[in-house]
Structure formats: C-alpha cells, structure tokens
C-alpha cells in the first residue's frame, strides 16, 4: 500500500509563515507530479501549487510570491512553505501525487491523496 502524511498545519496570525510536508511510503517505483490543494468550507477543493518530478512549478495566483513548492525526491517528500498568510488561505490542505507503486509483479499507477491539514490563519 502506498500513502501520503501530511504535517505542518495548524493556527497562525495574519503575516505568518507556515511549512507544510507530505511523505510518500510503501513500495514505490516513482514519483510524477506532486501538488498541493485546499478546501475551504463552502468552496471547491482547488489548486495551490504543483511540481513535477523534474522540478517545474506552477502556483494559484493568489498564492504567487507568497508560497513555494518544493519536494525531496531522496526523500519521497514534498513541502509548501507558506508565508505572508492571509485569513483568506483559512482551509484544508491536502496534499496529492501520482504514484507508480509495485505489488507483487506488477507496476500500478494511481493518484493518491493525504488525510488533509487544518491551516486556520487569524486576521
């Protein structure tokens, strides 16, 4: 089995940072692309940041200048540095990558997705 932990999240005031970090394990043959999203209450889960296996990023506009992607390939882990948070980054983070994974014989590629973080900023 393979699955994603997320850590880093919690309660921050307005113009703080936050670093959160997402671990991939189990029998892994590669990681693709890796990303992070959020849900607020109300609102659609949507794109913050992703990065590819070879590095690339792309970011949400509202998040540009502000957050930075960035993974450990040795160590199968990604992290979002968060800073200048505003109340409106207020929600859940999960954190998501495609993931070839061996089982017996076999290669199987799924897209996989963490248990979400709670980032709560207050204004």
């Given at each position: 089995q393979v699955q994603l932990v997320e850590s880093g999240g919690g309660l921050v005031q307005?113009?703080?940072s936050l670093r959160l970090s997402c671990a991939v394990?189990?029998?892994i043959f590669s990681i693709n692309a890796m990303g992070w999203y959020r849900q607020a209450?109300?609102?659609q889960r949507e794109l913050v940041a992703g990065i590819t296996s070879g590095g690339n990023t792309n970011y949400a506009d509202s998040v540009k200048g502000r957050?930075?992607?960035s993974?450990?390939?040795a160590k199968n882990t990604v992290y979002l540095q968060m800073n200048s948070l505003k109340a409106e980054d207020t929600a859940v983070y999960y954190?998501?990558?495609d993931v070839a994974y061996m089982s017996g014989s076999y290669i199987f590629k799924r897209d996989i997705w963490g248990q979400g973080t709670q980032v709560t900023v207050s204004s």
């Open positions: 307005a113009g703080g394990s189990g029998s209450p109300g609102k957050f930075t992607i993974r450990d390939n954190c998501n990558a």
